[in-house]
């Protein structure tokens, strides 16, 4: 039973291994371009967002890095990652470059080398359309909105004393306008261009302030790396704006062209009908790496569970030990803590990158398998001591008797519960979008940044979790009658 569990436990430490340390690949071979993986985030129009045609990720920042790759002859992939995430992903290297609406200050320098400026824009102060609050002033002793990690939060920090307000961060801007258009804040710091879009899109702010500062965007890399990267960037820039094609770009989104563009996709999104013709595609492309990410995280979770949970009833104290060690560091970590150690937290310190879809598999792995060990070990102890007993007195070994005997009597306890985990895994995907997976959560994320229909987008989803839980309830409620029988 031991030599069994030691097999099967360094299996799965053998597949987890192969997937950490095979590196990732920038170019199949010399003779083809090399390919740089940039993060950005994909909730910033009009610099980067998700556009409403193909699912395509699109914006100034997005068709600039494009077009200065296809310039200078190399490639990038897009990694969605999000404004935060995609800092911390560039600091330990999971990804070669950042792109995503940037401000270069004195403090990002310490950690980031930048390009020459590719836009200028400001930070400004909205509130809620009709609003009390027409100016900063108005504002003292109350709360203001700000996306984590930017110059607008930056701005707000620097100011809060002055201004006497109180500060409240959110991850993505539809939560942060909602927060204002609620009256739960009083207003917003935000770059200038995505006010505008968010006006644009009939989103109920108002502009409350001059341009509080004039803040240069750089595309940016690991301090000290990835310098042919940074100079082919700096190059095909200049080149961009001799021939034209910067101006074109920028009059894509910018001006009054884009606004007409824009309010024509906002008014092919404002019925349910439209937004699910629009945007069908890309929850069923979001709801497919769900799905996957649940069966495949399940998969390895419930080798991990069967192996510790066994562990935890074998007749060894070692391994009783190390079985509830494992349960208990795995079901008190946080799942997003956990994600985010995985994805970031080990690359720093091996300097070896971790595929996104390869650590949201280790997390889940990790924390649905260690509850997966504790129900395992909770449904063989639940057998009557007896069983066991009887069963060696006959003379069957303990691993026979465990086999033949406690296992199929413990087994009708555990499926129910499997199944149940099964659900929690299922919803719990949604926390990796943290590190950029595009599931259906980080799916509606992106769809809500470009059109803001907050309430109809997350009602939809909703609507698809459920009713995928429903046919999961109901598959359990059908395994436990079938095992009462």
């Given amino acids: 039973m031991k030599k069994s569990i030691v097999a099967i436990l360094a299996a799965i430490v053998s597949v987890i291994s192969i997937a950490l340390v095979t590196p990732q690949q920038t170019s199949v071979n010399a003779t083809e371009k090399k390919v740089y993986q940039i993060g950005t985030d994909v909730t910033f129009p009009p610099f980067e967002f998700s556009n409403s045609t193909n699912g395509q990720y699109v914006g100034i920042d997005i068709d600039l890095m494009k077009a200065i790759a296809e310039e200078e002859g190399f490639e990038v992939k897009i990694l969605p990652l999000g404004f935060s995430a995609a800092v911390q992903a560039l600091d330990t290297g999971q990804v070669d470059g950042m792109i995503a609406g940037t401000t270069i200050t004195n403090e990002r320098k310490n950690k980031m080398d930048f390009s020459t400026p590719y836009y200028h824009s ?7 359309k009709g609003s009390d609050v027409k100016s900063i002033e108005d504002v003292k002793g109350k709360r203001v909105a700000v996306k984590t990690g930017t110059s607008g939060a930056k701005y707000a ?6 201004y006497g307000y109180q500060i409240v961060n959110f991850d993505d801007s539809n939560s942060m306008y909602q927060d204002v258009i609620t009256g739960n804040s009083a207003g917003v710091f935000e770059d200038m261009s995505v006010v505008s879009y968010a ?3 009939g989103t109920a702010l108002q502009i409350a302030s001059d341009t509080l500062s004039n803040d240069p965007y750089g ?16 190059q095909g820039l200049e080149k961009l704006k001799q021939n034209g094609t910067y101006d ?3 009059a894509r989104y910018v001006g009054e062209e884009a606004m007409n563009n824009q309010r024509q996709q906002k008014s092919d999104e404002s019925s349910w009908s439209g937004l699910l013709k629009v945007n069908g595609s890309s929850l069923m492309e979001g709801l497919k790496q769900t799905l996957i990410l649940t069966v495949m995280a399940i998969f390895f979770a419930t080798i991990f569970g069967v192996i510790f949970g066994l562990m935890g009833v074998v007749p060894s104290k070692i391994l009783n030990g190390i079985s509830t060690t494992v349960i208990y560091i795995f079901r008190g970590l946080p799942l997003l803590v956990l994600a985010l150690f995985i994805y970031t937290g080990i690359p720093s310190l091996t300097g070896v990158r971790i595929p996104a879809v390869v650590a949201g598999i280790i997390t889940l792995m990790f924390n649905e398998g260690a509850y997966t060990a504790a129900f395992i070990a909770g449904g063989i102890k639940s057998v009557d001591n007896g069983q066991m007993e009887a069963a060696r ?3 069957l070994p303990f691993s026979k008797a465990m086999r033949r005997v406690v296992l199929p009597q413990g087994i009708k ?5 499997f199944i149940n985990q099964f659900i929690i895994t ?12 595009v599931e259906l959560t980080q799916t509606g994320k992106i769809i809500i940044a470009r059109n803001l229909e907050g309430f109809k987008v997350w009602a939809i989803i909703a609507l698809i979790y459920l009713v995928i839980i429903t046919l999961l309830t109901w598959a359990s409620q059908y395994v436990e009658r079938r095992l009462s029988k």
């Fill in 157 to 162: 920090t620097e100011n809060a004393d002055k």
């Fill in 219 to 234: 595309f940016s890399v690991k301090k000290g790396q990835n310098q042919d990267l940074l100079n082919a960037f700096n």
């Fill in 248 to 250: 074109k770009i920028i």
């Fill in 413 to 417: 306890l555990i499926i129910p519960s």
């Fill in 122 to 128: 400001g930070i400004i102060f909205a509130s809620a």
């Fill in 199 to 201: 006006i644009n899109q």
């Fill in 426 to 437: 299922l919803k719990d995907t949604s926390i990796l979008s943290i590190i950029g997976l």
């Fill in 393 to 395: 007195s006959l003379g």
